[in-house]
Nanobody, 115 residues
């Protein structure tokens, strides 16, 4: 089973930026599309960005123009660059394959946007 470890979250003020990282234990990006997901308290987990094997990207309307998903194939790492952060971006962020398998989620990384 591939291990995915998210990092880079933290507390940031509105308008600030963070870069999240998702380190994979083995080379997988030639096999799976990848996605970043988030879940706020009391809300359903949602897909915010995805990256196909061929490098195509797509974003949720709520983050389009502010977030960028990318990868480093050598480091087996997927990134989520988050700019112009808003309080409504506060959530636990997860990386996973796209589509995501059932019952296979890591710890995620907490992003809190607050003044």
């Amino acid at each position: 089973q591939v291990q995915l470890v998210e990092s880079g979250g933290g507390l940031v003020q509105p308008g600030g930026s963070l870069r999240l990282s998702c380190a994979a234990s083995e080379s997988i990006f030639s096999i799976y599309a990848m996605g970043w997901y988030r879940q706020a308290p009391g809300k359903q987990r949602e897909l915010v960005a995805r990256l196909t094997r061929g490098g195509s990207t797509a974003y949720a309307d709520s983050v389009k123009g502010r977030f960028t998903i990318s990868r480093d194939n050598v480091k087996n790492t997927v990134y989520l660059q988050m700019n112009s952060l808003k309080p409504e971006d506060t959530a636990v962020y997860y990386c996973n394959a796209y589509p995501a398998p059932r019952d296979n989620w890591g710890q995620g990384t907490q992003v809190t946007v607050s003044s």
